[in-house]
């Protein structure tokens, strides 16, 4: 029988399709069919090249290799996190119709937002372009020439895969704060480790950026996904507007780390606040691999504001729950959309978008309604990839600044049939649960809360920029 849930739920499905300028009748039928983006236009349906953008050939040297430096290389490197090295020639080469194929398809780069609504501009943005992408296809289909070799750039020489990512740009960090070890067994279920360790801190320090990572590379195989809860008093903490204050009642999750999550630098007006005698308490989803893995360990890089520093917010980072307190009703061989809303009791800043499911997850939505009853969608992402937790974080003059009532609107899609090819088992009804074959919904935000006088200036100032650009 249909799914209750998924037809209740319904009529918003259809406003998104109407606001993506779809056919709403047609959401009815496909419930993906809002959440598609095409591919090129030099691109068919099944990644087929039916054009090229212009009469000269694609080569290596001069079009391809670019690409691969500015999008692929740290992850397709010896060492990293990629099934192959792509820094070569001859490596593009042997692997150039699986290239296609993934970028094509949008799966590679792992970016997967919907290029064709909401918001665009992201501080991380790892994607490609449509250009980008009918290049790489029509080098490929070209014969994947070399071209000429004086027009290959020079090689870049990245630093190790594995360090702490953001020290690029802020040096090292100022704290590090590491899990117990755990051994996990070559074949067993998945474990979830929870150790809870010190922090070391004697005096307040407010935080202007958190990475975490598995320490090592073997570590890196086994963990699926990290909490890091700050634990500690709470009483006379001030940072949160007025208004936002039953947000919080306590220190809450302090970062979240997945794979395609490197960490976050919170914007120069706002942090997170770490106490005297404050602890964390970690929680390490891991996975077996075939092979034991010996005392696999977590870390936290924490970067502190100047002493004396303290930012005019406290950012929070709040788990949006799609699934209602864990009620996900996912029958088989169906397609299912699930939703929730939440009110915002303060005018607020949304810092990013990070969508969370599992191997059925196939789509995730946010959509703003206005006090006044206008519709925006946010941000979409239209091809999930349940192996990649991507943290879509917004440039800082399109961070949504939201007004005291908005209604944040989320819609994931799950897909439950034989289509779907990372679904195990289409036969089996599916619900909410930790593992990996059970299912989840919901998105990492940063929310930073504002006063309603510094909302009004920020929005002010916003127009005003706005105001004074060029009209393309």
Same mark, same amino acid.
């Given at each position: 029988?249909?799914?209750?849930?998924?037809?209740?739920?319904?009529?918003?499905?259809?406003?998104?399709?109407?606001? #993506?300028?779809?056919?709403?009748?047609?959401?009815?039928?496909?419930?993906?069919?809002?959440?598609?983006?095409?591919?090129?236009?030099?691109?068919?349906?099944?990644?087929?090249?039916?054009?090229?953008?212009?009469?000269? #050939?694609?080569?290596?040297?001069?079009?391809?290799?670019?690409?691969?430096?500015?999008?692929?290389?740290?992850?397709?490197?010896?060492?990293?996190?990629?099934?192959?090295?792509?820094?070569?020639?001859?490596? #593009?080469?042997?692997?150039?119709?699986?290239?296609?194929?993934?970028?094509?398809?949008?799966?590679?780069?792992?970016?997967?937002?919907? @290029?064709?609504?909401? $918001?665009?501009?992201?501080?991380?943005?790892?994607?490609?372009?449509?250009?980008?992408?009918?290049?790489?296809?029509?080098? *490929?289909?070209?014969?994947?020439?070399?071209?000429?070799?004086?027009?290959?750039?020079?090689?870049?020489?990245?630093?190790?895969?594995?360090?702490?990512? /953001?020290?690029?740009?802020?040096?090292?960090?100022?704290?590090?704060?590491?899990?117990?070890?755990?051994?996990?067994?070559?074949?067993?279920?998945?474990? +979830?480790?929870?150790?809870?360790?010190?922090?070391?801190?004697?005096?307040?320090?407010?935080? @202007?950026?958190?990475?975490?990572?598995?320490?090592?590379?073997?570590?890196?195989?086994?963990?699926?996904?990290?909490?890091?809860?700050?634990?500690?008093?709470?009483?006379?903490?001030?940072?949160?507007?007025?208004?936002?204050?039953?947000?919080?009642?306590?220190?809450?999750?302090?970062?979240?780390?997945?794979?395609?999550?490197?960490?976050?630098?919170?914007?120069?007006?706002?942090?997170?606040?770490?106490?005297?005698?404050?602890?964390? @308490?970690?929680?390490?989803?891991?996975?077996?691999?075939?092979?034991?893995?010996? !005392?696999?360990?977590?870390?936290?890089?924490?970067?502190?504001?100047?002493?004396?520093?303290?930012?005019?917010?406290?950012? *929070?980072?709040?788990?949006?729950?799609?699934?209602?307190?864990?009620?996900?009703?996912?029958?088989?061989?169906?397609?299912?959309?699930?939703? !929730?809303?939440?009110?915002?009791?303060?005018?607020?800043?949304?810092?990013?978008?990070?969508?969370?499911?599992?191997? @059925?997850?196939?789509?995730?939505?946010?959509?703003?309604?206005?006090?006044?009853?206008?519709?925006?969608?946010?941000?979409?992402?239209?091809?999930?990839?349940?192996?990649?937790?991507?943290?879509?974080?917004?440039?800082?003059?399109? #961070?949504?600044?939201?007004?005291?009532?908005?209604?944040?609107?989320?819609?994931? +899609?799950?897909?439950?049939?034989?289509?779907?090819?990372?679904?195990?088992?289409?036969?089996?009804?599916?619900?909410?649960?930790?593992?990996?074959?059970?299912?989840?919904?919901?998105?990492? $935000?940063?929310?930073?809360? /504002?006063?309603?006088?510094?909302?009004?200036?920020?929005?002010?100032?916003?127009?005003?920029?706005?105001?004074?650009?060029?009209?393309?």
């Amino acid at each position: 029988m249909p799914n209750r849930r998924a037809a209740r739920l319904m009529p918003l499905a259809a406003v998104l399709c109407v606001l #993506a300028g779809r056919n709403a009748a047609a959401q009815a039928q496909d419930p993906f069919a809002s959440v598609r983006s095409p591919v090129p236009a030099s691109v068919g349906a099944r990644g087929t090249a039916v054009a090229t953008r212009s009469a000269r #050939a694609m080569t290596f040297t001069k079009d391809v290799a670019p690409i691969l430096q500015q999008k692929c290389q740290t992850c397709h490197q010896p060492g990293s996190i990629a099934p192959m090295s792509l820094l070569t020639y001859e490596d #593009a080469k042997k692997y150039s119709r699986r290239i296609r194929s993934k970028v094509a398809d949008r799966l590679m780069p792992p970016w997967h937002i919907d @290029r064709t609504i909401g $918001i665009q501009e992201f501080k991380n943005d790892g994607g490609l372009s449509d250009e980008q992408i009918a290049t790489i296809v029509n080098w *490929v289909d070209g014969g994947t020439p070399m071209g000429d070799p004086q027009h290959m750039p020079p090689a870049i020489t990245f630093p190790d895969p594995n360090r702490w990512q /953001l020290a690029d740009s802020l040096g090292a960090p100022d704290l590090i704060v590491r899990s117990k070890p755990y051994t996990l067994a070559a074949k067993t279920q998945d474990k +979830w480790f929870r150790p809870v360790v010190p922090t070391g801190l004697t005096e307040p320090r407010w935080v @202007r950026a958190i990475e975490v990572k598995p320490v090592r590379g073997n570590d890196r195989k086994i963990v699926h996904h990290v909490l890091a809860y700050l634990l500690q008093p709470e009483q006379g903490v001030t940072g949160l507007a007025s208004t936002a204050h039953d947000h919080q009642s306590n220190a809450g999750l302090f970062m979240e780390w997945a794979v395609g999550k490197t960490g976050q630098m919170f914007p120069e007006d706002a942090g997170k606040l770490m106490l005297p005698g404050s602890q964390i @308490r970690w929680e390490v989803h891991m996975h077996a691999i075939g092979e034991e893995i010996q !005392n696999s360990q977590v870390e936290m890089a924490v970067y502190f504001y100047p002493k004396g520093f303290v930012p005019s917010h406290r950012t *929070v980072l709040r788990m949006f729950d799609l699934s209602r307190d864990r009620e996900l009703d996912i029958p088989p061989n169906e397609k299912t959309i699930t939703q !929730n809303f939440y009110v915002l009791q303060a005018p607020a800043r949304l810092e990013n978008f990070q969508p969370h499911m599992h191997m @059925r997850g196939k789509a995730m939505s946010l959509e703003a309604i206005y006090p006044d009853g206008r519709k925006e969608v946010l941000s979409a992402v239209n091809n999930f990839q349940w192996n990649w937790h991507i943290n879509y974080v917004y440039a800082a003059n399109s #961070a949504p600044l939201l007004p005291k009532g908005t209604t944040l609107a989320f819609t994931a +899609w799950h897909d439950n049939t034989a289509a779907n090819p990372t679904n195990p088992d289409p036969a089996q009804w599916v619900g909410w649960g930790d593992r990996t074959v059970d299912e989840m919904a919901h998105n990492w $935000i940063d929310v930073t809360y /504002l006063e309603q006088d510094e909302f009004d200036k920020l929005v002010a100032a916003r127009k005003a920029k706005a105001a004074k650009k060029p009209i393309p």
